[in-house]
């Protein structure tokens, strides 16, 4: 398959620019993190949630909308999202002058629906994920509104390997580094930076119990769906696996683990605690992997953790955090 080269990613970070901010890079030193992994341990947290918009989303939506012609991006953006996704384009058609319109599930945090909305985009909200999928359809074909996909595509994985190419350079000799996955978009894209730099360090990725769409695909070989999303973490819910998404991950990531909805409660709890950051549960994901699945694996390892997002409300995260 064809997938970013190292030169691609590094030229396309330059082209960015300032449209995203290089997300700083903190180790991660604390008496109850030491308990947990081991003292032994060295842990690196890369703070996506400092990303503009508060997620690493930016990225592969900028990619996207860049590289559209700019009289077809005139027209305007759809997008589909239960919030980051949406967020992002919202924000990225602000940035390149034209409009964008969401759909999102009505299950959506409102917190979320009301960022999308500062940004200026226009919300539609719908019974469900599926039903946004066929509503940003019918906003294609009745506005010729250009679709940015969530998770897909050569173009999202180049802009998500930036954040991958950043990593390895802030912190040049990590053993691994665990990445959450929804759809496989920003695993995907990192991993294939990360192995391109960096060829010994492990990369694994961390799913939901109840959103393991792309641990079902590996076993399967080949991408599969899940029947529901059964998750608090809302922004790894993708309810299927998509060929390329799959594919780039499929050669790049070493392993995957699951994670349940408690690993994170307390992750996010832990984070909140030692780190003072107020995340949503899927940037507390990676973070749940080390302190669970994978701490023996990794104890005296140097490991890098992705913080993804942190786009929650006061009330919803202290009703899910276990602080």
Known sequence: MDYPSIEEIRAHRERLGELVRTTPVWQWQAEDLAQIVGEETVVFLKLELFQFTGSFKPRGAL?????????????GVTAVSAGNHAIAVAFAAGL?????????????????????????????????????????????????????????????????????????????????????????????????????????????????????????????GAPQSIDAVRTIADS??????????????????????LIDDNAMRQAMGLLFRNMKLAVEPAGAAATAALCGPLRERLRGKRVG???????????????????
């Open 305 to 323: 953790l992705i913080v993804c997002g942190a786009n929650i409300d006061l009330a919803t995260f202290a009703s899910q955090a276990l602080v």
């Open 63 to 75: 990619t996207v909308m860049l590289d559209m012609d700019p009289a077809d991006r005139a027209n």
């Open 96 to 220: 390149l002058q034209t409009t964008a319109k969401v759909v999102m599930p009505k299950t959506a945090n409102a917190f979320r629906v009301a960022r999308c909305e500062s940004y200026g985009a226009e919300v539609v909200l719908v019974d469900s994920v599926q039903e946004a999928f066929a509503r940003v359809q019918q906003i294609q074909e009745e506005e010729g509104r250009l679709f940015v996909h969530p998770f897909e595509g050569p173009l999202t994985a180049l802009g998500t390997a930036t954040a991958g190419f950043e990593f390895c350079t802030q912190v040049p000799d990590l053993d691994a580094i665990i990445i959450p996955i929804g759809g496989g978009g920003l695993c995907g894209g990192m991993a294939c930076a990360i192995k391109q730099l960096r060829p010994a360090c492990q990369v694994i990725g961390v799913e939901p119990e109840g959103a393991n769409s792309m641990y079902l695909s590996f076993q399967a």
């Open 236 to 257: 790894l819910g993708a309810p299927y696996a998509l060929p390329y998404s799959y594919q780039l991950c499929r050669n790049f990531v070493d392993d995957l683990v």
